[in-house]
């Protein structure tokens, strides 16, 4: 299965160079294009619109921009199945600490609640962590208020059929998305 041979790289890369990247001069934009964008290929979703697509019906947007409180705020990330919007991604450099800071989680999801979303992904590619986005986010809220879900970059192999089965292109048209949506 050649998403599972390329996650089992991204983690092996990861983990042979983790003190790199999880330093503070590695920048959120590097993560991306090493990483996350490796990462959601290996889920069958055409990041980069090789498919040559038009501007409506890209699987996905990067910045994609919502109204957010009187103003314009752009998720790193949009996944979208015919040019509807199913879930939001918000990147992070590895330097953050996804599991405890709470400004990562909230900016995630509002967005998401403002987009009436269900779920959506924070990540740094050494944390991802999936939340609920149904309930309107404080402040105040604590990093896990929402979190459905939490693995670290060394769990990716292990739970691949599981991330796979729940946002997985083929996995998402099949109806898995909603129905685990649903079941959260």
């Known amino acids: 299965m050649p998403g599972r041979k390329s996650i089992e790289e991204l983690v092996e890369r990861f983990r042979d160079n983790e003190k790199a990247y999880c330093a503070p001069h590695y920048n959120e934009t590097q993560t ?3 990483f996350i964008d490796p990462f959601f290929a290996a889920l ?3 990041v980069d619109n090789r498919k040559g697509y038009s501007e409506v019906y890209k699987e996905v947007i990067h ?3 919502i109204k957010v409180k009187g103003g314009t705020k752009a998720p790193d990330y949009c996944f979208r199945i015919g040019g509807n919007r199913k879930f939001f991604v918000e990147a992070k450099r590895p330097y953050i600490n996804i599991h405890d800071d709470a400004d990562p989680a909230f900016q995630l999801r509002r967005y998401a609640w403002t987009a009436d979303l269900r779920l ?4 740094n590619f050494r944390e991802l962590a999936v939340y609920e986005t149904r309930t309107e986010p404080r402040h105040t809220d604590k ?3 929402g979190r459905i879900k939490y693995l670290e970059y060394t769990d990716y192999v292990q739970e691949w059929d599981t991330i796979t089965s729940i946002f997985g292109l083929e996995a998402i048209l099949k109806g898995s998305f909603d129905r685990y949506a649903e079941s959260t």
């Open 32 to 34: 991306r294009r090493e």
């Open 44 to 46: 069958g979703w055409d």
């Open 63 to 65: 910045e994609d921009a």
């Open 120 to 123: 959506s992904i924070l990540t």
């Open 143 to 145: 990093a896990s208020v």
